[in-house]
């Protein structure tokens, strides 16, 4: 009887991962903007107060938003001050991206046949982008890592307490959008799918690249220097 052997695995860098994860975010919430059905949840926040306080560009409220949430996980979770500051960078980094990702978008076709092929891709390119940010084990934007950590130091599901994130996020756009600029902007009914869905299709997708890829450093002691093994690491379940 012959021994079964184990496939083997595609090897992705963990820098090309988190790369990758960056560029597809960035231009993927910009497409859910686009397409006018409600834009991607963790941008919700930020899109809804640039409406109110135009003074201030998108991308600059995208990084504002997750600095606090940056000095949040630092008081619950002692987050690591050397991850943290990586997590900061990248604040100012993906903030920049949304800024030049909406201005390199600004031309496409709006019909509704677009408009509705936006929406799909960006549904589900945003988890996809997310589940890379996770697997490279670098310290991640805090509007994931906000998740991730959280679940991670108070042992909560990944997928569960990412859905509930999304909830309260939308929930507050929501009722900012209504309230101060007097009807819903930049969210709408792709806002609450993404809410719901989300953090299961980030799951679905963690599942089939374990099966089929591995995440290895470029750089192990670079990561390691800027990672906490505890919270970093932690599984998508």
């Known amino acids: 009887m012959e021994e079964t052997r184990p496939k083997k695995r595609f090897v ?7 790369l ?23 941008t919700s926040v930020p899109f809804v107060l640039s409406q109110k306080f135009t003074r201030i560009s998108a991308g600059t409220w995208n990084t504002v938003i997750m600095i606090l949430l940056l ?13 943290a500051a990586m997590s900061l960078a990248l604040s100012f980094v993906f903030g920049w991206l949304i800024d030049l990702a909406i201005w390199l978008l600004s031309g496409l076709p709006t019909n509704i046949g677009w408009r509705i092929a936006y929406y799909i891709i960006s549904f589900f390119a945003i988890p996809m982008g997310i589940t890379l940010f996770v697997k490279s084990g670098y310290p991640m934007l805090p509007f994931d ?17 990412k859905t509930v994130f999304d909830i309260i996020f939308v929930t507050f756009s929501v009722l900012f959008s209504l309230f ?3 009807g819903l902007r930049d969210v709408g009914v792709g806002t609450i799918i993404s809410a719901v ?13 374990d099966k089929v890829m591995v995440v290895e ?3 192990p002691k670079f990561r390691a220097f800027f990672s906490n093994p505890n919270q970093e690491n932690a599984e998508i379940k």
């Open 180 to 182: 101060a600029l007097g």
């Open 20 to 42: 990758i994860g960056s560029v597809l975010l960035t231009f993927s919430v910009i497409l859910a903007r686009t397409s006018n059905f409600g834009v991607a949840v963790l």
């Open 197 to 209: 869905f989300t953090g299961f299709v980030i799951k679905l997708y963690s599942q089939a690249l």
């Open 145 to 161: 890592s906000f998740v991730r950590d959280m679940s991670s130091y108070y042992g909560w599901k990944f997928s569960l307490t």
């Open 217 to 219: 450093p470029w750089f």
């Open 71 to 83: 000095i949040i996980l630092i008081v619950l979770t002692k987050k690591n001050i050397k991850a």
């Open 12 to 18: 992705l860098p963990a820098e090309l991962s988190l």
